[in-house]
Structure formats: structure tokens, C-alpha cells
């Protein structure tokens, strides 16, 4: 069974520019969310999707934003971008339903520099 | 607020065991989570745990008491490919949304 992918692997944007990355979960799994790492920050929960609906939410700006399709790929968006966004964001899948969670699975992550 | 602290680093000799405590304060508990992430890749599942006991999966273990806070992931005959970083990670509530502690990275010694 194939992994989480994630598109592009690396990028990079140029301050105040908006930027999407992609996200196809395993086979079957329906939850998508999706993580920041900074060495400084560590791992941060940015917000989930569950069946085309973001289910949970972290801490971030308004910038920082997501959806999810009928066939349970995710999108996420940056907008305005900033030197601070620059990171590994992380997408992971998990065989989920409405009232049971499972382990989430973590696709390889897209390297975004911004300059 | 949240907070889950675990040491930031630690060291090993091949072949011995190694024990990583996570504590956390949160103010929900639905789980806990560990992860495996070795540089420059994505984390990988370890272990769960959502109720209090041990949990054992091979060469890994992990321990769960509700009641005090705390975890541990117990690393069995250690080998090489063990150095890694190890992320505990809390579920507070229904969902998908984990929160990280800043992970401990295990070098394994020859």
C-alpha cells in the first residue's frame, strides 16, 4: 500500500508570496493534518481535516490555511509569506472515524525556504 | 496551557538499554503517542498508549501512569540504527490534533 505523499519535496518562495503544498493520504484515510517543524519550535500542530471539514485547529495566523476534497487529498496554503515560515510542514493521514482516532502516518514533509 | 518536556539528549552504548521520560500537564488526555524521526526524514510510529501499564512491541516498550504525568519509551538492545530523535506527543481530545515535546535525540555509541 502506497505511503502518505506530499508535493513539492522542496520549494522556495520569496517574501510576501503565497504558496500551496500538497498532500495524498494512505489508501482508505480519511483524516489529514498537517504539522510545521522548525528547530526551534519542534513539531506544531497546524489543523486537521476529517471528511472535508477541518475537525481540529492549532495556533497559527490566518495565513496559514487548508482544505480538504472528496477524495480526502488535502491542500494547505500560506499566504504573505514571512522569513519565519520557513520550515518542514508535514502532512499525516490516520484511518479515522468520527468517535475513534488511530495512528497517524507521516508523508516525507515539503522543505519550504523563504527568502 | 500544555506543556510536555522529555531530556533533549541522551547517549548509549550498542547493545544497552535506554529509558526516555516524557511528562506532560494538558488539559485533556486522550493518548499518547511516540515517534521515531530520523534526520531529514518524516517521524514513524513507535507506540501507544491511552491506558495506565506497559505496553511492549519488540525491542520497544512504552509505560503510561495517568495519574502522575508520565510516560517512558524503553529502547532494548540498542543498535546503531537507533539514533534517532524520539517525539512524545499528547492527544487531548477527539481528532487528530497532537501535541509535541521537543523530542530527545539518542546517539548510540559503538
Known amino acids: 500500500k502506497a505511503g502518505v505523499t506530499q508535493t513539492p519535496r522542496y520549494l522556495i518562495k520569496t517574501r510576501g508570496q503565497q504558496v500551496t503544498l500538497s498532500c495524498s493520504p494512505i489508501?482508505?484515510?480519511?483524516?489529514v493534518s498537517w504539522y510545521q517543524q522548525t528547530p526551534g519550535q519542534g513539531l506544531q500542530f497546524l489543523f486537521e481535516y476529517f471528511s472535508e471539514t477541518q475537525r481540529n485547529k492549532g495556533n497559527f495566523p490566518g495565513r496559514f490555511s487548508g482544505r480538504q476534497f472528496s477524495n480526502s487529498r488535502s491542500e494547505m496554503n500560506v499566504s504573505t509569506l514571512e522569513l519565519g515560515d520557513s520550515a518542514l510542514y508535514l502532512c499525516?493521514?490516520?484511518?479515522?472515524?468520527?468517535?475513534?482516532?488511530?495512528?497517524?502516518?507521516f508523508g516525507p514533509g515539503t522543505r519550504l525556504t523563504v527568502t | 496551557g500544555q506543556n510536555i518536556d522529555q531530556p533533549t539528549e541522551m547517549t548509549a552504548t550498542e547493545g544497552a538499554i535506554v529509558q526516555i521520560n516524557c511528562t506532560y500537564q494538558?488539559?485533556?488526555?486522550?493518548?499518547l503517542f511516540w515517534y521515531q524521526q530520523h534526520a531529514g526524514e518524516a517521524p514513524t510510529f513507535l507506540s501507544y498508549n491511552v491506558l495506565d501499564g506497559l505496553e511492549e512491541k519488540g525491542r520497544f516498550s512504552s509505560f503510561l501512569s495517568r495519574s502522575k504525568g508520565y510516560s517512558y519509551l524503553l529502547l532494548k538492545e540498542l543498535q546503531m540504527k537507533d539514533s534517532a530523535s524520539y517525539l512524545c506527543a499528547v492527544r487531548e481530545a477527539a481528532g487528530n490534533k497532537l501535541t509535541f515535546g521537543g523530542g530527545t535525540r539518542v546517539l548510540v555509541k559503538p
Open positions: 494538558t488539559s485533556g488526555f486522550n493518548g
Open positions: 489508501s482508505g484515510h480519511r483524516s
Open positions: 499525516a493521514s490516520s484511518l479515522s472515524d468520527r468517535d475513534e482516532s488511530y495512528e497517524q502516518y
